[in-house]
C-alpha cells in the first residue's frame, strides 16, 4: 500500500509540473513603445537576428569590463531550444528562470532570463508553441554582462531579460 501512495504523490507531482493554472493573461505595453533606451540596431523597431545582436555588441567581450550594449533594451529574433528550458517552478533549486535561444544555424545562443510576475504566462507560450520548433521566436529584452571564466581564460557575454508577459511572441503572433 505504502508503495501505491508513493506512486500517486509521484505522479501528482509529474503532472503538475506540467500544470499553467493560476496563471493570468495580463497585457501590457510593449517594450518597444515605451524605451528610447534600445541599442543602435533596433532603433526603428526592428528585430535584429543572435548574428546582428553579437556583431553589433560585440560579443564576446572582454571579462570585467562593461559592454556597449548592457543596460539597453533589444528586440531579437531567434530560436528557442525546446531541451533548454528551465522554468524555476518546475526546478526550484534554479537560481532562475530561463530558457535558451539560438540563432538559425543553431550556432550561437544566447541565455534568456524571465523576471517577471506573470511568468507562468511567458512559460505558457513557451509550451504552447513546443509543436512548431522552427517557428522564429521574437524577444524584447535587457541585455545584462555576465563573465564566464573557464580553465584558461574568460570572456564577457550578454544575457536578455524579460520582464513582462508581452515580451516574447512567436511568428503568428508578432506584433510591428
Sequence with gaps: MSNKKNCIVFLLLFFSAFSYGGCSAETAPLMKEKTPNLIPACQQGEYITLDELYTCCGIPGKCYQEMAC??????????ISYVNIWDKREY?????????????????????????????????????HSGSPDD??????????????????????????????????FKEAKQK
Excluded at 70 to 79: C, N, Q, T
Excluded at 156 to 161: G, K, S
Aim: hydrophobic share 40%; net charge negative; aromatic share 12%.
Design 92 to 128: 526550484p533549486w534554479l537560481p532562475h528562470s530561463k530558457f535558451m535561444i539560438y540563432n538559425a544555424e543553431r550556432s550561437i545562443n544566447v541565455e534568456v532570463r524571465v523576471d517577471s510576475d506573470n511568468t507562468c504566462m511567458i512559460f505558457k507560450k513557451i509550451k504552447e
Design 70 to 79: 548592457e543596460k539597453k533594451f533589444a528586440l531579437i529574433e531567434g530560436y
Design 136 to 169: 522564429p521566436v521574437y524577444v524584447e529584452g535587457q541585455l545584462v554582462g555576465v563573465d564566464l571564466p573557464d580553465m584558461t581564460a574568460c570572456h564577457r557575454d550578454l544575457i536578455i531579460v524579460l520582464f513582462e508577459t508581452e515580451s516574447i511572441f
